[in-house]
């Protein structure tokens, strides 16, 4: 799986967007960008992956460069509830066979 | 659909002692991976099974070893067991093919004293 590398800690207003960059420079072509967070005490949640084209769901838009090599997962209003901590991954998907490797994460804060 | 659920939630053992910790994954899914996860070392991958089959393992010792029944629900064990073993195992669940969306249960804590 190619490196990542993400700010250790963000604090967003309530309402406001939060931006979450992720520097992926080493990845490779068969790699996907996966985003996962992890609420205090919880298991990790999948939030998005893509490819090299930009993705949306209902949690998330997932913002990935031309050239691959970095990525920002946005989320449009953030909640509360979105104080976590968000893992940028790169990942092969299926011939991964189950391995996904977590960095430290952003600390995301979201203030009232 | 339930979502995984992994028993015992926590878990208090000695030094030396061993422990075995169970994961049923989302009807449907027959890939469960195991994750180990400290503060120190933050989440790390331990092995993955599909069909009872190991198909990938991550870095570390022999102690920790796993298996998966034909209904793809798992366990894992842990033999003689170590202070630093203390830590929160998490396991996911996902689809055929693995390494896409991983749904992970809510963790067992052993601690280890």
């Known amino acids: 799986d190619a490196k990542t590398t993400q700010p250790p800690s963000m604090d967003c207003a309530e309402g406001r967007a939060a931006n979450l960059p992720c520097n992926h420079s080493?990845?490779?072509?068969?790699?996907?960008v996966y985003w996962y967070r992890q609420i205090h005490s919880q298991g990790p949640q999948y939030i998005i992956h893509?490819?090299?084209n930009n993705e949306t769901n209902e949690m998330a838009s997932l913002i990935i460069t031309e050239d691959r090599k970095s990525s920002t997962l946005i989320l449009p209003h953030a909640t509360l509830r979105d104080t976590a901590v968000y893992y940028c991954?790169?990942?092969?998907?299926?011939?991964?066979?189950?391995?996904?490797?977590f960095g430290q994460g952003t600390i995301l804060t979201v203030h009232p | 659909k339930a979502g995984v659920t992994q028993t015992p939630r926590y878990l208090i053992k000695t030094r030396g002692q061993q422990v075995t910790l169970s994961c049923s994954p989302i009807?449907?899914?027959?890939?469960v991976s195991w994750y180990q996860q400290t503060p120190g070392q933050g989440l790390q991958f331990l092995f993955e099974y599909f069909s009872e089959t190991q198909r990938n393992k991550g870095n570390f010792p022999g102690r920790f070893s796993g298996r998966q029944f034909s209904n793809s629900r798992s366990e894992m064990n842990v033999s003689t067991l170590e202070l630093g073993d203390s830590a929160l195992y998490l396991c996911?669940?996902?689809?055929?093919?693995?390494?896409?969306?991983?749904?992970f249960g809510p963790g067992t804590r052993l601690t280890v004293t």
């Open positions: 009807s449907g899914h027959r890939s």
């Open positions: 996911a669940s996902s689809l055929p093919g693995g390494g896409y969306e991983q749904y």
């Open positions: 080493t990845i490779s072509g068969n790699e996907y």
């Open positions: 893509g490819l090299k």
């Open positions: 991954i790169a990942n092969a998907g299926g011939t991964s066979y189950g391995k996904l490797t």
